[in-house]
């Protein structure tokens, strides 16, 4: 009995911290800082950002994924695929959809080369502004 009572702490307590979205970006963030040059900053960033929105906590997303591309510019890929979760989160959970067309330019202007997310993000730009 005491065996299936610890597991099952163990289990709430992997749950709590696996469900706080915000303390695992948090950590990851405070991982980055301690860690900026290491190159897998930029995707553990990413990660938490995606763990966020997955989660559904849009601001924390949002929040990170800015950080993604504030800090780490240059990671192209990274970075748009984080600006397109920003719009995508932008046009479908807020009253101003159409503020989603900052993130997306982002990636047209900057990010040309990255072809898949150039991709997804016309077909947002053109939900967004033309209904399709």
């Avoid at 065996?3 to 749950?15: D, E, N, R, S, T």
């Avoid at 990170?64 to 920003?86: D, N, R, S, T």
């Amino acid at each position: 009995m005491k065996k299936m009572i610890v597991v099952a702490v163990i289990l709430i307590a992997i749950f709590f911290v696996a469900l706080n979205s915000s303390m695992l970006a948090e950590q990851a963030e405070n991982w980055v800082q301690a860690n900026p040059k290491d190159p897998n900053a930029p995707m553990v960033l990413y990660d938490a950002a995606r763990w966020c929105d997955i989660l559904g906590d849009n601001q924390k997303a949002m929040s990170v994924y800015m950080e993604v591309y504030q800090k780490y510019p240059e990671q192209g890929e990274i970075c748009a695929a984080a600006l397109y979760y920003c719009a995508d989160i932008q046009a479908s959970t807020t009253s101003a959809p159409k503020l989603a067309n900052t993130y997306l330019e982002i990636i047209f202007n900057q990010y040309p080369t990255v072809t898949e997310w150039n991709i997804k993000a016309k077909q947002l730009s053109d939900q967004v502004n033309h209904g399709i």
